[in-house]
């Protein structure tokens, strides 16, 4: 059982670039979620989805794109890499909503822009 | 807007000290509270959660409480160990009951 599985675990870019956070999980949860972390500022939530076909945003959307043609994979889009999207990037997810088993984390991406 | 606070920021206790991380959350309309350790570059993994309805859970050495009227919520680890050494952070589930609001975290040392 793989749980949350986030790829790549460490990413450089330029500023301008564009690249895909990928998130996938096997646990057929219905809810996933994308959040940031920044020293001092704790993780905040940039994008949501509970369910394919369905996302909305969260508390930091701007820079940043969503889908989820499928229950498995929610992949995060950085439309053109900024300086202040060097973060540590987290995906969750969890089975029928957070109220009854509340969230599983994937292991992190570290971002770099430069 | 839920906010939510840890304190302390950092905590530095010998080995086998009992001690008690605190969280604070300003709505207390929450549906429950999760608590989640953090090693150093890891992800997060869970320790507790704590449905609204609920005072207390348990996990061997952790113990965390909540009091939804005060907004509060605490983890109490006993007879810590270096192992303990992470992040600790602490969550609500927002009103509409889909996201977590995290705290800032605690980030505790116990020393050898």
């Known amino acids: 059982n793989a749980g949350v599985t986030q790829t790549p675990k460490f990413q450089v870019l330029k500023t301008g670039q564009s690249m895909t956070l990928q998130c996938a999980q096997d646990?057929?949860?219905?809810?996933m979620s994308w959040y940031r972390q920044d020293p001092g500022m704790g993780l905040r939530l940039i994008h949501y989805?509970?369910?394919?076909?369905?996302?909305d945003q969260g508390e930091v959307p701007n820079g940043y794109n969503v889908s989820r043609s499928t229950t498995e994979d929610f992949p995060l889009r950085l439309l053109s890499a900024a300086p202040s999207q060097t973060s540590v990037y987290f995906c969750?997810?969890?089975?029928?909503?957070?109220?009854?088993?509340?969230?599983?984390f994937g292991s992190g991406t570290r971002l770099t822009v430069v | 807007k839920q906010e939510v606070t840890q304190i302390p920021a950092a905590l530095s206790v010998p080995e086998g000290e009992n001690l008690v991380l605190n969280c604070s959350f300003t709505?207390?309309?929450?549906?429950?509270l999760q608590w989640f350790r953090q090693d150093p570059g890891k992800g997060l993994t869970s320790l507790l959660l704590?449905?609204?309805?609920?005072r207390e859970q348990t996990s061997g050495r952790l113990n965390a409480s909540l009091d939804k009227s005060s907004g509060r919520s605490t983890l109490y680890i006993a007879a810590s160990q270096p192992g303990d050494s992470a992040t600790y952070l602490c969550?609500?589930?927002?009103?509409?009951?889909?996201?977590?609001?995290f705290g800032p975290g605690t980030r505790l040392s116990v020393l050898p």
């Open positions: 709505d207390s309309a929450i549906y429950n």
């Open positions: 969550a609500v589930l927002d009103n509409y009951g889909q996201n977590f609001v």
């Open positions: 989805s509970v369910g394919a076909g369905i996302t």
């Open positions: 646990m057929n949860h219905e809810y």
């Open positions: 969750a997810s969890s089975y029928g909503g957070a109220l009854h088993y509340g969230y599983t």
């Open positions: 704590i449905q609204s309805s609920q």
